[in-house]
């Protein structure tokens, strides 16, 4: 990893200054840095602190005479073990996502075929802007890791969310993809130490939290979900070496480092993500609490008092968990989840056995230690032959349990031994 190879490429924002930290971070570490700028990134530091920084030469302009390679958004395409851009401005994450390609930054994301990740950095009506918003969806789809910006004040004097991660946590999410790009290599040679990471080169998609369905501008039908338990899920599958996607609805929680999120608020959003991460997926869970209702009318303005009774119309959301249990591929080992109050192992068995699912996990919300809000859990781990009764533990060691039992029902082995 010490010798990866880290591209960096740089756009127009005040943020720019915050990449000399990065820079000399890695380099000191013994990995090998090289940065594009783009005109604009320059005006904000210099090409020549960025070279001393990174000991190698800087690069601006495609054509401008000062590269010494003949094609240079080619050469530093190929020699890339993964790409981060940052800062991210609004006009460059608009390039790369409808495929522009007028100068070298642009030209040598179009050429790329490394992790990428951007980090964004703009002010806050840009960053909330519908166009913004679009085009970082759409290089999420396509792979890339983005790392949301944080909320604070401005350079331009205004408070909202567009201030760009700093520069220990783009460190991070750069060596989460690395060392998962090691353990991938590792385990396509039969490398032997990667024991301690059974889950090495596996997919893992996860859901956590509520849903909120919205009924106008103020208020929305949730529930009381955490979403501790499928960020405890997420972590350990990281910890456990698999490439991970959080699907993740409104929470109060910290995003996990190393692992793609991919944010969402309603039953309908949840279904679209779901649909889309779980197709290459070796592992999919469903521990998110999604609304089984939402509001047959959205208002657009604020709901006025009128009387002293309201009625309201619900119509039902799809069935996310059954969709997936419908279009389960060959090799793919779903995992449920079923919160309920009473008759617990009748109720969860009906849902096993209707959603298709491989595993489904079962607590009852009555029960001391488990349910919303809680560190720790009590589950019923149910099987399509019977069920396995788990006592009090932490999220998340459910967490290591729940894959490491999809992980021998995958291989074909008795799951027994993981869960006893």
């Keep these: 990893m010490e010798s990866a190879h880290i591209l960096i490429g740089l756009s127009g924002s005040i943020a720019a200054f915050k990449i000399a930290t990065l820079v000399s971070s890695l380099t000191k570490q013994g990995y090998e840095v090289r940065v594009i700028e783009t005109k604009h990134a320059a005006s904000f530091i210099g090409p020549l602190t960025l070279a001393a920084l990174s000991h190698n030469e800087v690069y601006m302009d495609e054509f401008d005479g000062t590269n010494e390679a003949m094609i240079p958004h080619i050469e530093l395409s190929r020699w890339a073990d993964v790409f981060l851009i940052a800062p991210a401005d609004a006009n460059i994450l608009a390039k790369a996502a409808h495929g522009l390609g007028d100068d070298l930054l642009s030209s040598t994301i179009l050429a790329a075929t490394c992790p990428m990740l951007a980090a964004p950095a703009m002010n806050v009506h840009m960053y909330e802007n519908p166009a913004t918003q679009a085009n970082l969806q759409t290089l999420h789809e396509r792979g890339w890791t983005i790392i949301d ?91 456990l070496g698999a490439q991970v996607t959080l699907v993740s609805g409104p929470v109060s929680l910290e995003a996990l480092q190393g692992v793609r999120m991919v944010p969402v608020v309603s039953a309908l959003d949840l279904e679209k993500a779901m649909i889309e991460e779980a197709r290459d ?83 009852n919300l009555r029960t001391k230690g488990a349910g919303f809000q809680t560190d720790t859990n009590v589950v019923s781990l149910l099987f399509p032959d019977h069920t396995e009764h788990l006592g009090l533990q932490s999220k998340e060691a459910l967490g290591h349990t729940i894959l490491k039992t999809m992980l021998a029902l995958q291989k074909g082995e008795d799951p027994d031994v993981i869960v006893r």
Excluded at 174 to 192: F, R, T, Y
Excluded at 286 to 308: I, L, N, P, S
């Design 281 to 363: 997926a070796d592992f999919i869970i469903m521990a998110a609490a999604v609304a089984d209702y939402r509001f047959k009318d959205h208002h657009e303005q604020k709901m006025k008092k009128t009387g002293d009774v309201l009625t309201l119309e619900l119509v039902k959301n799809p069935d996310i968990l059954a969709g997936l249990g419908q279009n389960k591929k060959p090799g793919q080992i779903l995992c449920g989840f079923a919160m309920e109050t009473e008759n617990l192992d009748t109720n969860a068995r009906v849902k096993l056995e209707s959603k298709n699912c491989d595993l489904l996990i079962a607590n």
């Design 149 to 239: 910006p944080a909320y604070g004040m401005l350079a331009c004097q205004e408070a909202g969310r567009g201030r760009m991660a700093e520069p220990e946590e783009l460190e991070k999410n750069i060596k989460a993809i690395l060392e998962n790009k090691a353990i991938a290599a590792s385990v396509a040679q039969g490398d032997s130490s990667i024991d301690q990471k059974p889950l090495a080169g596996k997919r893992v998609v996860v859901s956590a939290g509520p849903t909120q369905e919205s009924l106008d501008p103020v208020r929305f039908l949730s529930n009381h979900s955490s979403g501790k338990q499928g960020y405890a899920i997420a972590r350990a599958a990281r910890d």
